[in-house]
């Protein structure tokens, strides 16, 4: 049995960014593996919640996940 040819999903882009309900492009902040201890608390605080991608880059994020939107 062969597969099929088609569109497929790019894994990498799939593992690192989120497409919301209503399109926008989330990827989560940098700086957030190691030497956290040395990073105050409101800074670590804020590296956990996700960040908009900008427009610029998002379109490149959407045309590697042609499922998701």
């Known amino acids: 049995m062969r597969r ?5 999903t790019k894994k ?13 492009v989330l990827r989560p902040h940098s700086g957030r593996r190691h030497l956290l201890a040395s990073k105050n608390a409101k ?11 900008d427009p610029t880059d998002a379109y490149r994020v959407t045309q590697s996940l ?4």
Do not use: Q
């Not at 990498?12 to 919301?20: C, G, H, Q, Y």
């Not at 800074?43 to 991608?53: C, D, G, M, Q, S």
């Not at 042609?66 to 939107?69: A, G, K, L, N």
């Open 12 to 24: 990498s882009v799939a593992k690192r960014f989120k497409i919301t309900a209503t399109g926008k």
């Open 43 to 53: 800074r670590r605080r804020h590296l956990r919640k996700a960040a908009v991608v």
């Open 4 to 8: 099929p040819k088609g569109v497929k």
């Open 66 to 69: 042609p499922f998701s939107h």
